[in-house]
């Protein structure tokens, strides 16, 4: 059982930054895909970022692009999610998500194992 555990959300304004972690069990994922996703309320679970472990291979969403980075931490089973220059549309529960690659899916469906998610606020 993959079991995944998110932290580091909490109320920023906008223009703020935040840095999510996503504890990974104490083994390498070297077939894993692990993501990114956020869901606000009333909408769909979307894909935000994310990262083939072994290849070290990542994909971003548009709205993602040059403002939020994903990456990894190999000794310390940790992926993380810097999130600079917030903007309240960023406002939402945010999920690490794990599954066999090497793709990385963009479907939430996709993914096996999830973490109970980290909420991000940003006030405007």
């Known amino acids: 059982q993959v079991q995944l555990a998110e932290s580091g959300g909490g109320l920023m304004p906008a223009g703020g930054s935040l840095r999510l972690s996503c504890a990974l069990p104490?083994?390498?994922?070297?077939?894993?895909?692990i993501a990114w996703f956020r869901q606000a309320p009333g909408y769909d679970r979307r894909f935000v970022a994310g990262?083939?472990?072994?290849?070290?291979?990542?994909e971003i969403q548009d709205f993602a692009e040059g403002r939020f980075t994903i990456s990894r931490d190999d000794a310390k089973n940790m992926l993380y999610l810097q999130m600079n220059n917030l903007k309240p549309e960023d406002t939402a529960d945010y999920y690490c998500?794990?599954?066999?690659?090497?793709?990385?899916?963009?479907?939430?469906?996709?993914?096996?194992?999830w973490g109970h998610g980290t909420q991000v606020t940003v006030s405007s």
């Open positions: 990262i083939n472990w072994k290849s070290g291979n990542t």
């Open positions: 998500a794990a599954t066999f690659g090497p793709a990385i899916p963009h479907t939430p469906s996709q993914y096996l194992y």
């Open positions: 104490g083994r390498a994922f070297d077939a894993h895909v």
